[in-house]
């Protein structure tokens, strides 16, 4: 029979240490990452042969549909991304995220 000494421990490892940098395939939101994926989103749109204003144009017309789809409250955080904004994630969950992420 196994001791419980014996177990390996959960996480201690060296090969799941991360440092300051965030743990392979976890999602981090920054300012610099919104706007470097609407940056790569209008380039993607525009090697599909559309022209700046048609890709600005494509770009209104998806937030409207999204922004139709979600309650009013959320609607400005479409917004935020298209301008390449953070948005405020607070009002997500009723606010729960505000409560812990201040």
Known sequence: ?????????????????????PVPGTTTLAVSSTTNIMEELKQRLAALGLSPEQVDSALQTIAGFVKEKLPENYQPMVDDLLEGRTPDLSQLAGGLLGRFFK
């Open 1 to 21: 029979m196994a001791e419980l000494v014996d177990a390996p421990d959960l996480g201690s490892g060296a090969e799941r240490c991360a440092g300051s940098s």
